[in-house]
């Protein structure tokens, strides 16, 4: 077990190397972004060199990009174009989404979970029917159409809550942004979890635990569903970092200041230090979240064993 | 509700716990007379001469106060701090300070606080964005030459007489130049800017009606009436509360619950249902802003002979009218000439200077394009970026106008750029080979900032490479003149070489649109679409 996370966290090195490249070079390749400083007038030439200079712009594309890993690997991510050091950004930004995240994940997994359970065990009836119909239409609906709709009803006609989050984005009103980014992946765990659960309830270990005797509610919780939930486990792990990357809309929508606008931010203003940091930080949680996720494989089922 | 103050306060005492800093959080009752209002990230940080765009230019029109101040209403240069500004040969300028004017912190404003400031702004290596405002100033080459390091730390153009008077000499005439003195880079900065920097753009210390109270990057500015403030603006609110917001939509949204007080930005989404949802208190009013379709004039093919034909019969061609009704609700006025109304008489407007070229008609649009030898290559491009301001759907629109005119469905194709930096770059390199959007907001209500920087031969917004000799000696002796009437009638002049030869397309001047909440009156809007925040009244 040890020397299989030891190995997974080694393979992650060259992953974050190449996915750091990639990005910088993408973000690179859409051109200077000094010329974008100085608005509709044009850049004065010497003090737009001098910028290009202090921000390393002025050197060829490997040497910036070494310049780059230098100071990552010395934990400085670079500063953006108001001054401020991206780690301060990300200090700011990360804590809103993980807290975004987790209230979204939570719903998931709570919501998601028991409909998925209960539709399951009633295949084919009424109840399966409704939820299947419900999701449906969740997942047709794009998610700036859920987040301004239900922005609109609860936030100004019934005005049950704010429809903007504060800077400090407390939990209590990141429920309604929860739900809304949580929407889409919740109809697919719903429907991962109903069709496994639908599947693994004919398996010879489930009749078996029923022949035994075993109560209703043991049978489904320590035999189907522990079984059933190694699809669904591996959908929300790596759904976390999906979530973490694409809140974009969401945190736009109610004004969340998390990765999201920083990310946002950072692409609009074209600074490279911005979205090469946010989105390493981001290829780290998703390579962890994955890491997790296939550790938790061998909880749930103990033939699932890594040497 | 009260949930969600306890859910706050926990969060706040925690954050309190980790960081020193509970600002933010401390006095709720706070709310009482501030004004609550939209704002965008400022892009840069928030220094005088590094600021160049509304957001921050916002604050800076809070808590400094210069020279000259644009009036609000008309946008007249009024004196400030200045009590007078002489010249004799509308080169060489002696400035006298009004007394009595000190920084929110307590010292005194000074000709050196200005000198100071002016220097700091135009040297090179403070890498300001703004340093070509000082060109004008003699010694500016030394200090902020095209390339290599500077020559000299001050400008030789600057010398403090005395406490309260200080004499500035260009390196041209410039009969206007005192006129520019409102923009909010021409500052004076206290001593604490120099001694130290970091803390000083942490929380930025000046001499306006405002102090800042607390400034949150990315989320938050909250400001403060200064009550020692000496001016006659004082504010007429306790403060005001700036608050970032990713999305005009949510702005809006958050009025329309009666969380924020003042958005100025309508988002466009929204224009259709405006008046409804507001109706007096939504503001639309011109502001100091063009868009203009600039023609790549270092290309061949668009200056051989009969070409300004073309160009003429393009403009021809773009039915203003109907875009400006349809796409923009009437936020946005068909231009007829190259500057804005928001100039005012004195400041140099004049509508209809560029006569029947702005004036739609589709069969004489034909004939001209024709007459010029046709389109280059049988077909233009129109580039903008179209990350913001529903750039794309205009260039829609004003490409169908131009190909129903000349019934041709091919004739104009659109060429979306994806972010603004792409754009700004293929601008800048002049890789473009088509006309392109050019959007202008005056830096201060004159028609010189209008024409000079966008039209004089190599002048340092000129994209098109524009050149005209007739047009430079307008342009100089408009300069020359004494009276600004005079000044005002050259550049009329100027302008209508621009008619004649049409180097750019002129399409609408562009309105500030503005809304809010019933918890505030007396709002307006500047000509540079800023909100008038010190007048404003809560409750």
Redesign the interface.
């Known amino acids: 077990m040890g020397r299989y996370v030891v190995r997974r966290l080694l393979q992650m090195v060259p992953v974050f190397i190449g996915s750091t490249f990639l990005i910088f070079f993408m973000v690179y390749a859409l051109g200077d972004p000094v010329a974008a400083l100085f608005g509709d007038k044009a850049p004065d030439p010497a003090t737009a060199a001098r910028i290009r200079q202090e921000l390393y712009l002025d050197e060829p594309l490997w040497k910036q990009y070494a310049h780059y890993m230098g100071q990552i690997l010395s934990g400085d991510f670079g500063t953006a174009f108001n001054g401020q050091p991206v780690t301060e950004l990300m200090a700011d930004a990360f804590p809103v989404t993980l807290r975004l995240t987790l209230v979204a994940i939570l719903f998931e997994i709570v919501i998601g979970i028991t409909l998925g359970v209960l539709s399951g065990l009633r295949r084919g009836r009424s109840a399966d029917t409704t939820v299947l119909l419900l999701t449906l239409i969740v997942v047709s609906i794009p998610t700036f159409v859920s987040g301004y709709v239900l922005q609109y009803l609860f936030g100004v006609k019934w005005g049950i809550v704010s429809p903007s989050v504060s800077p400090e984005a407390p939990f209590d009103e990141l429920l309604l942004p929860g739900i809304v980014l949580a929407l889409t992946s919740l109809a697919y765990v719903t429907r991962l979890s109903r069709t496994s659960i639908a599947e693994n309830s004919r398996a010879d270990y489930v009749r078996t635990a029923v022949a035994k005797g075993l109560p209703r509610r043991r049978v489904v919780t320590r035999h189907l569903l522990r079984n059933s939930l190694i699809p669904v486990v591996t959908f929300i792990g790596t759904d976390i970092g999906a979530l973490m990357g694409g809140a974009i809309v969401t945190e736009r929508i109610f004004n969340i200041h998390g990765v999201g606008f920083q990310l946002y931010q950072g692409i609009l203003r074209q600074n490279s230090p911005t979205v090469v940091g946010f989105v390493t930080i981001l290829v780290i949680v998703f390579l962890l979240a994955n890491l997790f996720v296939d550790l938790l494989y061998a909880v749930l089922d103990p033939r699932i064993r890594y040497a | 509700m009260r949930?969600?103050t306890r859910?706050?306060w926990?969060?706040?005492a925690l954050?309190a716990a980790l960081v020193a800093a509970a600002a933010?959080?401390g006095g709720s009752g706070s709310g009482a007379g501030v004004v609550r209002s939209s704002w965008g990230?400022?892009?840069?940080?928030l220094e005088p001469a590094n600021t160049?765009?509304v957001q921050g230019g916002k604050v800076l029109a809070m808590i400094f106060r210069g020279l000259k101040r644009y009036d609000p209403r008309s946008g007249a240069a009024e004196n400030m701090l200045a009590e007078q500004i002489e010249t004799a040969d509308q080169q060489n300028f002696t400035i006298t300070l009004k007394d009595g004017w000190t920084f929110s912190n307590g010292e005194k404003v000074t000709s050196k606080s200005f000198v100071d400031a002016w220097n700091y702004a135009a040297l090179?290596?403070n890498?300001?964005?703004n340093?070509?405002f000082f060109e004008y100033v003699d010694g500016y080459d030394k200090v902020?030459?095209?390339?290599g390091s500077a020559t000299a730390r001050t400008l030789s153009g600057l010398v403090v007489k005395d406490d309260r008077t200080f004499t500035v000499k260009l390196s041209t005439k410039f009969s206007t130049w005192p006129d520019t003195l409102g923009y909010a880079a021409y500052a004076p900065l206290p001593r604490a800017f120099f001694d130290d920097h970091a803390a000083w753009?942490k929380k930025p210390v000046g001499n306006g009606p405002y102090t800042v109270d607390s400034y949150?990057?990315?989320?938050?500015m909250k400001l403060t009436k200064w009550e020692g403030y000496p001016g006659d603006d004082k504010a007429r609110n306790s403060g005001v509360e700036l608050r970032?917001?990713?999305?005009n939509?949510?702005?809006y949204?958050?009025l329309?619950?009666g969380?924020l007080d003042l958005v100025d930005d309508i988002p466009s989404a929204q224009l259709k249902n405006v008046k409804n949802d507001l109706g007096d208190r939504y503001i639309n009013q011109p502001a100091g802003i063009i868009q203009t379709l600039v023609f790549p004039m270092y290309d061949a093919n668009w200056t051989k002979s009969g070409m300004e034909k073309v160009r003429r019969g393009l403009s021809m061609a773009i039915n203003r009218e109907q875009i400006t009704d349809q796409i923009y609700h009437k936020t946005r006025t068909p231009a007829t000439d190259w500057t804005s109304p928001a100039l005012g008489g004195q400041g140099g407007y004049k509508a209809g200077l560029c006569g029947d070229a702005c004036t739609f008609d589709a069969a004489a649009a034909k004939q001209l394009i024709q007459d010029g030898g046709g389109l280059p290559g049988g077909r233009i491009t129109l580039t903008s970026n179209v990350?913001?301001g529903s750039h794309r759907v205009w260039l829609d629109a004003v490409c169908n106008s131009i190909n129903n005119a000349l019934g041709n469905d091919n004739a104009c194709v659109v060429n979306p750029v994806?972010?603004?930096?792409?754009f700004?770059?293929?601008?800048?390199e002049h890789r473009l080979s088509n006309p392109f959007r050019?959007?202008?907001?005056m830096d201060y209500p004159l028609i010189q900032n209008f024409l000079q920087?966008l039209y004089y031969t190599d002048a340092?917004?000129?994209?098109g490479k524009f050149s005209d000799p007739e047009f430079d000696r307008l342009v100089d002796e408009a300069n020359a003149e004494r009276s600004q009437d005079a000044a005002n009638t050259k550049f009329h002049d100027a302008e209508r070489i621009l008619a004649r030869v049409m180097p750019a397309i002129p399409l609408w001047y562009q309105n500030g649109s503005a809304g809010y909440s019933e918890r505030i009156s007396d709002v307006t809007l500047n000509p540079f679409s800023v909100p008038v925040y010190e007048q404003i009244k809560v409750g």
Not at chain 2, 424 to 428: D, H, K, Y
């Open positions: 949930g969600a859910a706050r926990a969060v706040c954050s933010g959080c990230d400022p892009q840069n940080q160049n765009e090179v290596d890498k300001q964005k340093a070509s902020h030459p095209s390339s753009l949150a990057k990315g989320s938050a970032v917001y990713t999305d939509n949510t702005a949204t958050d329309q619950a969380n990350d913001t994806g972010t603004f930096a792409d700004r770059n293929q601008i800048s050019s959007g202008w907001q920087p340092s917004s000129n994209y």
